[in-house]
Structures are given as C-alpha cells and as structure tokens.
C-alpha cells in the first residue's frame, strides 16, 4: 500500500477517535493537575482557611482582600525555593501574585492535615 493512502487510514482513525473521546469525556470536569505548582494550590485550595492576627492586620488596612487572596492561590506561582520550611507541625509556602489593582504581593500560607493557615501578606 502506498504512503499517501496509509497516512490517510491513520488520519481518518484518529479522527473518528479524538470525535469519540470529545463526545463522551467533553462534558467531565476533569483537571490537568500534575504539576507541583498545580497539587499545592489545588490542596490549599481544598481546605478551610483560617486567618492569623498579622494577615488581619494587612486585610484592615484595605490594600489586599480576600478575593486577592483567593485569586492568589487560584493563580498564583509558588516559590519553592522559599517554601517547604516546617511551621507547627504544618508546611509553609510562598506564593507570589498580584491583587486587582495590578500590585505584586506575596501571601504566605501554612498547610496542615484540615486546614490552611494564611500567615502573612506582603506588598513586593
């Protein structure tokens, strides 16, 4: 069999196949979550979150709200060159973003087993 008519059979398969998985995986609400960065922010993001004094203190003073905040570990890039450090018995971790109004922050977050500690927030 000649080429052209080999590379055609090979396209016309997998083009039934990728119509196949579009038609029955399309409407899953899978994620591509493989990545570290993605499994970090996908584990804060699971967990109830609870507020130190400090944090308390940076949201008072209205340059940074909790949408930022959740923006942040929606989107954000964790450091992990500066992460990974022990806190009470939790995992600390720098995650770098910025807030509505385009400034670059800094949040740092404390992961337990239940729940997530947001420890500070920092203008860069």
Known sequence: ???KYRLAYYLFGMLIGVMFLMFFLGNKKAEFCYLPNCR???NIRSKNMTISAE???KLDE???T???IRNAVQDGEVVF???KEKYKGGTVYV???ETAKGEPVEVIMVNYES???LKDVKKQ
């Open 1 to 3: 069999m000649k080429f």
């Open 40 to 42: 970090v922010l996908k």
């Open 66 to 68: 909790l949408d930022d």
């Open 95 to 97: 995650i770098e973003s």
């Open 115 to 117: 729940k997530v500690l």
């Open 81 to 83: 060159s500066r992460s």
């Open 55 to 57: 944090a308390q203190k």
């Open 62 to 64: 209205k340059w940074i």
